[in-house]
């Protein structure tokens, strides 16, 4: 089993305008729950910095199964 991370950030100013990140950072996958929570935590800690406006909210590692297309 593969897990895949999605990160959700919402506009400081207007809670309700959100957008979802998703990592494309080699691997995009991780083979381990605890090794995608540590890259979405990674990235959480960084949406302020690449985006000002913006601050991490939730996050969230799906099981991906083999052989199934992200």
């Known amino acids: 089993m593969y897990y895949k ?5 919402c506009l400081i100013g207007n809670p309700k305008h959100c957008m979802v990140i998703e990592n494309t950072e080699y ?20 949406v302020n ?3 000002p406006s913006y601050r991490a909210v ?10 199934r297309f992200l």
Request: a neutral charge.
């Open 5 to 9: 991370l999605l990160v959700i950030a």
């Open 27 to 46: 691997p995009v996958v991780y083979e381990t729950y605890e090794a995608c929570k540590q890259r979405a935590l990674v990235i959480g800690s960084e």
């Open 49 to 51: 910095r690449y985006m």
């Open 58 to 67: 939730k996050w969230r590692c799906s099981e991906v199964q083999e052989g």
